[in-house]
Each structure stands twice: as C-alpha cells, then as structure tokens.
C-alpha cells in the first residue's frame, strides 16, 4: 500500500520528534545531569535490553541510577552527538562521551585521567517516552579508557571482598 503524502508527513514529524526527545535525554539528561527531565522522558516501564556495569537494573531506577553514578564520578561528562536517524519508533545515535574521572567509578579511586569513548545505541521512543535502549556495554568501552591495569586490581579487589562474603559489589 503506498504512502499517502499525509501518512509520509506524519511519520517524518513523528521521526522528528523520536530524535527530538533523545536527544534531549543526551543533551539535558547525560551531559547536564538535569534529572528532572529524567522523570519526563523516560517511560514507567522502560526497559534496558542492555546489561550495564554495576550491577544497575534494566528498568527505569537503574537507567537513573546509572546516568547518576557515572555523573558523580565523571562530573563533566558529556556527549558529542555525531549524527541520530529514525526508522519508525526507533532512534539510533552514534556518539562520543567525553569525561574525566575525578570520582569513585566500579571501587576505582578518582585518576583524572580524561575518558572518551564512541557508542551507538538505539531508543524506542512512543507516546514521547523512551521505553527501551539498546546498545554498547559501556564497561569495556571505560575499561580501555581508565587503564586495564587499573581494572585488573579493581576485579581483584571486588574478587577478595566476594570470598570474603561482602554482597553488595557491582559485576567485574
């Protein structure tokens, strides 16, 4: 069945307004820390098809959770959006992030040395709500950037408090 004109317009505005809303998330969200506009973009029942570090929740909490931890270890965290394109209700960004590492991040003391990394996900945006992510796992992508040797004591140190029997420790 062809598109009519009106159905192409309607679809283009929708499309429009899909990358409208993440890139707000980026923009506001991710590089501002602006959680106010967190409660507004994201759905109730947003899922990340994603598994993040930290032990974060696929939900809405631990999408929050985890822009919060990496804002309070990385205060200038930011992302340079490099291009964004819809299909349907889909968005998909390629971007980089941008950031220094002057708080506590997976048990890693502050380096300061400076992170960026490239990603590309994709958000279904539907009613103006983002309601699932999917996309690169950032923890190997920040691995490479704060230092292998780094991790490796940061794993050792979260293998020992494990056999030790501390519980509440983010995957390694």
Not at 12 to 20: E, R, Y
Not at 30 to 35: A, T
Not at 69 to 79: E, V, Y
Not at 99 to 106: K, S
Request: with cysteine; aromatic share 10%; net charge neutral.
């Amino acid at each position: 069945m062809p598109i009519t004109e009106n159905e192409d317009t309607e679809k283009t505005m929708s499309s429009d307004a899909g990358i409208a809303v993440v890139r707000r998330n980026t923009e506001e969200v991710q590089s501002r820390g602006n959680f106010e506009v967190f409660e507004e973009l994201f759905a109730a029942d947003f899922v990340d098809h994603t598994p993040q570090p930290g032990g974060f929740t696929p939900d809405r909490d631990g999408a929050r959770n985890l822009y919060r931890a990496l804002r309070a270890a990385f205060p200038d965290f930011h992302a340079e959006i490099h291009w964004q394109i819809s299909d349907g209700d889909r968005v998909t960004t390629y971007k980089t992030y941008h950031g220094t590492h002057d708080g506590t991040f997976w048990g890693l003391a502050p380096t300061g040395r400076k992170i960026h990394f490239e990603t590309v996900d994709v958000m279904r945006v539907r009613n103006g709500k983002i309601t699932e992510h999917w996309g690169s796992r950032i923890s190997l992508l920040l691995r490479s950037n704060l230092g292998f040797r780094a991790c490796l004591r940061c794993a050792k140190e979260v293998t020992k408090k494990r056999e030790l029997g501390v519980t509440s420790l983010p995957p390694v």
